[in-house]
């Protein structure tokens, strides 16, 4: 659980690990969360607040005995919005469920999950969201993420990121691509 001082907080919990010799990784995740937050109009904010419940599921095996992976994620989100947002963005529905599939591929050669200091990692994801999928509206969803960590002395690493998404179809707002900086 975690909560902040503006009224936001989330509760949940999930499992990251990787089985039989690292050749398949899992990511899941179950929770729960009410979200105080601005979105940008024309560089002034508006606040909203979102309460949300989302199950993320996420697994992938390794090619042989390659630095390759493939997969399969499936996400599906519950969402009610409220807040003077709502006024700037008429289209925008205050409760949605969106529901996605998807496929991944990525290489991956980084020394440690969390705390790498040599490697590379490169990782892309198609998401196809539908009513067939759980949700509510029907759009796509492409992301890359590409990092690389080089050890230039025993203390000290560069670390270079690289990422992109892409969206098409009914997107809603807070899923439209963005800045994302954690990690």
């Known amino acids: 659980g975690a ?6 907080w989330m509760v949940g919990g999930g499992h990251m690990g990787s089985w039989f010799d690292d050749q398949v990784r899992y ?13 940008y109009v024309n560089d002034r904010p508006f606040a909203y607040s979102m309460d949300s419940l989302a199950l993320i599921q996420r697994l992938t095996t390794r090619i042989g005995d390659s630095d390759f992976f493939v997969g399969g994620r499936y996400t599906i989100l519950g969402n009610d919005l409220d807040g003077e947002l709502l006024d700037q963005l008429p289209d925008e529905r205050s409760k949605l469920r969106t529901g996605g599939l998807g496929a991944s591929i990525a290489y991956d050669t980084l020394d440690n999950l969390l705390t790498p200091t040599a490697g590379v990692q490169l990782t892309y994801v198609g998401m196809a969201y539908a009513p067939a999928f759980g949700g509510e509206q029907e759009y796509q969803k492409y992301e890359g993420r590409n990092r690389v960590q080089i050890p230039l002395h025993q203390r000290l690493g560069l670390g270079l990121r690289l990422d992109g998404q892409y969206a098409a179809g009914d997107v809603p707002f807070w899923h439209q691509p963005a800045v994302d900086m954690r990690g």
């Open 3 to 8: 909560a902040t001082e503006n009224g936001t």
């Open 27 to 39: 990511v899941g995740f179950v929770g729960r969360a009410h979200l105080n937050l601005d979105y």
